[in-house]
């Protein structure tokens, strides 16, 4: 059941989506609202599940992974127990970020982080080639991502 969403919600999303940890009384403030009003909009919000998940987001560089590559993969079988044995083994990779089965020249597009190139070459090659039903596979290095919060 989707909730209804006015201007003000609209904002809540934005400003949560930009800092998790505001507190109801600092997106009140922004806002124009009193810390309850805040606190009331912003559970109407969660109990409608517009937010998915919380997590932490994380600074891959400072953990030792400068190289974040895309992966174009077209499958060399695409039946329902190869699409099956190759999503779950690509999701048993470690430096696997996402996994997005996507309709076009590829059949997934999958994010991995890497140490460096060479660690992606061993990934690429110890892994990623020897996946169940993997063929072409296209690399693309990331150079720089820009977040954006979404359609408000």
Known sequence: MKIELDEIDREIIKSLSEDANLSAGAIGRRLGLSQPAAWRRIKRIRDGGIFKERRVDLDLNQLGFGVTVLLGIKLGSKGRVALEE????????PEVQTVQHVLGLYDYRVKIVAR????????LRRRIMTLPGAGNVESNVLLSEELRPGPL
């Not at 190759?86 to 990779?93: P, W």
């Open 86 to 93: 190759f999503e779950r083994a690509v999701c048993a990779i």
């Open 116 to 123: 460096d190139i060479s660690d992606f070459e061993r990934i």
